[in-house]
């Protein structure tokens, strides 16, 4: 007997220690262990319950499973449970919500096996663990997916966006016909979004009644309808869209076609101007989406922008029409040569100036230089002017004119340079034929010459006369003899401006150039005008360098403009007034200024006061000035005036100093 006491005790150990080593492993597991009695009642807990769920073993057992688990997750778990009940042995498996120790939801998943049937055990067994972090971790990444999803779709809905709104401005910008544009687009809004009933609808040209301008079921036609009333016309006055789910509902709504339901009316507007509606319909209620009505809005935008563009080829074709008729009709040549050096413009009157009306070739579009040696075998001159002029570039900006001379014929040119705000285009040659011009000028000059030389010779008798009676005559009769003396040697003087103008202008007089000291000469000229400037209370003054260089002139020919200048300068300014007379070097000339604190210039001779019978008032010939310029000329100087706003007048000629000869 004593081997068999001896024989059990191991196996007493072996129990006991194997009964340790399951407690140990059941406290220490990851997963709480519970066993659920048939009345859902905890009948045990392991000790991990308490890291688990936030409650030691004994504040569980004897409490009711669903009694701490979340209201809406008992149904679905008392189901489970029971299933558990009525399959023995079958594992099962819940996920759920329990009130954690610290008043928190968190989230379990439980694995349960029946084993109410085994004596040993008599309960359904289950371990259940936290998954509160997973489940935020999937809740998190399945808000990512969804955020992703989002994003795609709207990527996806923008790409649509962006391929429609390219296909419609390709369509509608490849024709400049607003119509033809218009069509265009709505054959691709049908076609891409399989809206059905789309017009775009404008005001007629008197602006009183709807027009259908392009329509997917007709195309251009007048509805009768005036402007006002219904959703189209709310939507025009008032540059909003209208989305109307429901037309029936709509006060406003005007039935034009049978059957429909829905709406949305968009305004084509183009900054501050609406061009017109375009209209949308369904026969479908609430068949529109606010999705829809702003795609029909930026539909309606790159719509807007096809009929400016249109409307602006139009425009610049008219234009572009009318020029051409004007440039055809005009009497003178038109010669436009680009900043490149090509011409842009030439005329039938500008290809017969320039001796190439033969020529059919096609110029326009030709180098300038192409057509310069064209131009040379007939007129050598006019083939400079082109070269000249096709050769300035945009820092030229000065007008340029001349004459040259053709077979048969003369033509005098005027080139002005071509710009924008931003660039320079080129330069505009205008071409007119004077030579007829100029032969009836010759003819008239000839014919004023001759009566004028024929009148000095009967004049210079009646003066001779007039002298001798003066001897004889008293009193009144002498006086009046005198007025008449003085008359006859005005007109004396006038005839002799004339001739000297004349011989001016025909380079027949002859210029007898010498060394000239302006400073002695101007001192002269004010002393000969300072009677008539004391008279007037005038201060005469100059300002004249004394080691100023020398003039190469003709002395008589400056004195006389300078007594000119002066003379005008004396009568014209009033009482009180000056005349100022300065003198100054300028490169290889000599510039001489005359100015007074007299009224100005008046704005109506300003363009033409250098030309013959240009006088300020009665008293003078208007020969003066005239005679100044050509004497200028002919001394290769030139001579301008100046008047400003406040008042004065100021004459300044330039001629050459001795250096210069």
């Known amino acids: 007997m004593g081997p068999l006491v001896s024989d059990r005790e191991p196996d007493a150990e072996i129990l006991r220690r194997s009964e340790e080593r399951f407690r140990a492993l059941v406290e220490h597991c990851a997963d709480a262990i519970v066993l659920i009695g048939r009345n859902a009642t905890f009948q045990f807990a392991s000790a991990s319950t308490v890291r688990v769920l936030g409650r030691p073993p004994l504040g569980l057992v004897g409490r009711d499973v669903f009694e701490l688990m979340h209201p809406d997750d008992v149904p679905r778990c008392r189901e489970i449970f029971q299933g558990c009940l009525d399959r023995p042995s079958m594992p099962m498996r819940a996920e759920f919500r329990y ?280 007129s050598p001159d006019a083939a400079d002017v082109i070269r000249d002029e096709a050769g300035r570039d945009g820092a030229n900006d000065a007008r340029h004119e001349g004459e040259y001379e053709a077979p048969g014929r003369f033509v005098r040119w005027a080139s002005s340079p071509v710009r924008t705000a931003e660039a320079f285009l080129g330069r505009l040659v205008v071409l007119r034929d004077v030579g007829e011009e100029r032969r009836l000028q010759r003819l008239q000059e000839d014919l004023g010459q001759a009566l004028v030389h024929d009148l000095r010779g009967p004049l210079t008798s009646v003066m001779g006369a007039l002298e001798v009676i003066r001897a004889d005559l008293r009193g009144a009769s002498q006086e009046w003899a005198e007025v008449a003396m003085k008359a006859a040697a005005r007109m004396l003087s006038m005839i002799d401006s004339i001739l000297e103008v004349t011989r001016l202008e025909r380079g027949a007089m002859p210029i007898e150039r010498r060394a000239l000291v302006l400073p002695r000469l101007v001192g002269e000229v004010l002393d000969l005008r300072r009677p008539m400037a004391d008279r007037k209370g005038l201060r005469l003054e100059s300002d004249v360098p004394p080691d100023l260089p020398a003039a190469w002139a003709d002395l008589g020919l400056v004195a006389r403009v300078l007594e000119n200048l002066v003379g005008n300068a004396v009568r014209f300014t009033p009482a009180g007034g ?32 250098f030309q013959k019978f240009a006088a300020g008032d009665a008293s003078g010939s208007g020969l003066g000035l005239a005679f100044c310029r050509l004497a200028v000329e002919a001394h290769g100087g030139r001579i301008w005036a100046e008047s400003p706003e406040g008042g004065g007048a100021a004459f300044t000629f330039t001629i050459p100093a001795c250096s210069a000869s």
């Open 99 to 378: 009130l954690h120790q610290d008043g928190s939801w968190h989230h379990y998943e439980a694995d349960g096996v029946n084993r109410l049937e085994e004596p040993a055990i008599g309960a359904v067994v289950s371990t259940f663990r936290d998954v509160t972090e997973r489940k935020r971790a999937e809740a998190s990444l399945l808000e990512s997916q969804e955020r992703l999803r989002a994003v795609a779709e709207a990527t996806r809905r923008a790409n649509w966006r962006q391929t429609l709104l390219y296909e419609v401005l390709q369509a509608a910008g490849s024709e400049l016909d607003a119509d033809k544009a218009l069509a265009a687009a709505l054959e691709v809004m049908a076609r891409r979004t399989g809206w059905k009933v789309i017009h775009f609808t404008v005001p007629s040209p008197d602006g009183r009644y709807w027009m259908v301008r392009a329509g997917s079921d007709e195309g251009l036609r007048e509805t009768g309808l005036p402007i006002g009333p219904g959703i189209v016309g709310r939507a025009f006055l008032t540059g909003r869209t209208q989305l109307v789910p429901d037309v029936s509902l709509d006060a406003d709504y005007v039935a034009v076609g049978a059957g429909i339901r829905s709406e949305v009316a968009v305004p084509i507007k183009r900054g501050d101007r609406t061009l017109g509606v375009l209209n949308l319909e369904s026969e479908r209620l609430d068949d529109f989406t606010a999705e829809d009505a702003r795609l029909a809005e930026s539909v309606a935008d790159a719509v807007a922008l096809a009929l400016e563009n249109a409307s602006l080829y139009r425009t610049l074709a008219d234009e572009h029409e009318r020029l051409r008729s004007l440039i055809a009709a005009t009497d003178n040549g038109i010669l436009l040569v680009g900043a490149g050096g090509a011409v842009q413009v030439i005329n039938e009157t500008a290809l017969r100036l320039l001796g190439l009306a033969e020529d059919r070739q096609p110029w326009q579009g030709k180098p300038a230089r192409e057509v310069a040696l064209a131009v040379a075998r007939h």
């Open 578 to 609: 000056s005349v100022r007379v300065t003198a100054g070097s300028e490169g290889e000339s000599l510039r001489v200024t005359v100015s007074d604190t007299g009224p100005g210039i008046a704005p109506h001779l300003q363009g033409r006061l």
